[in-house]
């Protein structure tokens, strides 16, 4: 039992074993600080030490595990969801890698690195994979997260024409890869998503200028392409309207705007709460952006290079809202490899 001595926000219990030291550690909640506690019985509770932050907001959801890097070398991450708007960061999960010695946290880097971009990937809880030994995968890790955030968890649309407000984003496959800024968790969506394919569509490189509308009309899919344009005559903005009503008007943008430079998802042409944009760096100068997008009833997520930014959004498409257009704003641009795989959902 681990007794609360005062403090109002005192929550969201992690437990994990610590192998090098034999014995439990639990990673709790507590305002601006996450606290850490030991123990050898899963019943008694020493508290050991705490992190402090207090640029981010409330912490919640508290997060402590081990990964072997794509490079071969070991690192704790320490994760938390956080609010970092006031600094114009997400409200997502934030993390830091570094090194644990079983009472507290030495992060490599000050600034957190975040999970995802977008405005809906709170409360996100990892854990591990398994070998068919049944022992820990040390190099895999999987996450889910709420798509939802407190600016509107009593107000979304579903909720007052059919009663519903609740649903997570994709589970995603977590690596840890060494990165020109150190080592970041990259996410993709899971492998088993491939058994719920219905049918693929392979457009090959479709190359446009202005606009161009596809025959696919669906409201769940995973969509890949790789984004090209010359660099020495880039278009403006690049991209892709998905949950496009018929006839235009509503839809989510999902693209990159090269004079930002940024890679974004603008969920401001649909019903939604609050709206808004969110946007990631990108370097025009390559001449070329991989991205994923998944789509369902009531969410975009884009998946943007090797997978260590995503942008998840919950978005509100009228029944109909199906439609998907690309283009390529002020030049050309080739959207090289586009596959649609149209997803069963239930």
Sequence with gaps: MLPNPGVPDFRDPKVVWDAERRRWILVNAEGHRLGFYASSDLRSWARVGEFVRTDIGLLECPDLFRMTADDGSAHWVLGTSANGKGRGLPATYAYWTGTFDGASFATDHDEPHWLDWGFDFYGAVTYPDHLASGAENPALRRAIGWANFWDYPHNTPTLATDGYNGDDMIVRELRLVRTGSGYQLASRPPAALASYVTRTHRLGDVRVRGTQDLAIRSGAYDLNCELVWDPSAPPSNIGLELCRAPGGGRHVAVGAYLRGPFSYVNRRPT?????????????PSTGRLAIRVL?????????????????????????????????ANDGDATFRGLTVRELRVR
């Design 271 to 283: 019903i939604n709460p609050t709206g808004g944009e969110s946007q990631t760096p990108i370097d």
């Design 295 to 327: 789509v369902d009833r009531t969410s975009v997520e884009l998946f943007v290079g090797d997978g260590t930014v995503v942008h998840s959004h919950r978005v509100f498409p009228l029944e109909g809202d199906d439609g998907i257009r690309l283009y």
